[in-house]
DNA sequence: CGTGTATATGCCTGTTGGGATATATTGCCG
DNA sequence: CGGCAATATATCCCAACAGGCATATACACG
């Protein structure tokens, strides 16, 4: 988890996977669209594929980047308490607008 | 946005984090948790500040501080498009078990 | 087997970031 | 006003990291 937040922490890598959204890729096509070198893209890919948010599958020389959604869902966890926190003020803020309805009662 | 994560990345500023949730703290309250010195203690509030996850009020010579969730909040809507990826995945799996359901049929 | 294509790795460099120590700042109290 | 308590800032050091270029590796195909 620790190192989810790190690996996040770098824009270019958040790119990634937000293209790897719309589905597998191949290390070429995230160069096209990444105003990187090639060796820069693959190096990310390293480091996302050790945090588990990306695996790869081997097609001949190509190979195909997948996203992983394991720590994403654990990152999911840990914002849990926090967004019980906003969910809980949201809560009472409805209960408040709630006993406020119907003003001219 | 971007920004949160890079302030997320560090451990002590999520530990920092986490006191909060607990309710406002002064700096040498978190210092007495921390193993860190005081002066670290401060340039991780300096920048968590920065971020907005976090502000001050000012009490005498003490500053209490407190928890920000804005930027939680769009962290939690940056997950947004990942957390459809799983739990579609996850009522895929819902439905492939209803269609199991009473097994001697 | 040699050549070209796709990707990974090594090496170097500049920058950033966290930590510690020392010092400045602010506000209280006697 | 002097001194103490709480916190912030300045300075320095070291480690980590991203990026580029050069090069290695892997694989297909003629």
């Known amino acids: 988890m620790a190192s989810t937040f790190e690996v996040l922490a770098e824009p270019h890598r958040r790119e990634i996977l937000d293209l790897l959204r719309e589905g597998e890729r191949p290390v070429g096509d995230l160069v096209e ?27 001949a020389q190509r190979r195909w980047y997948r996203l992983r959604l394991d720590p994403l869902v654990e990152l999911d966890s840990w914002l849990e308490p926090y967004r019980r926190m906003w969910t809980s003020s949201l809560d009472a803020l409805e209960r408040h607008l709630d006993t406020m309805e119907d003003p001219d009662e």
Chains 1, 2 share one sequence.
């Open 33 to 59: 669209r990444l105003a990187l070198t090639q060796p820069a893209v693959s190096k990310h890919l390293r480091v996302l594929r050790g945090a588990g948010l990306v695996e790869v599958r081997q097609d």
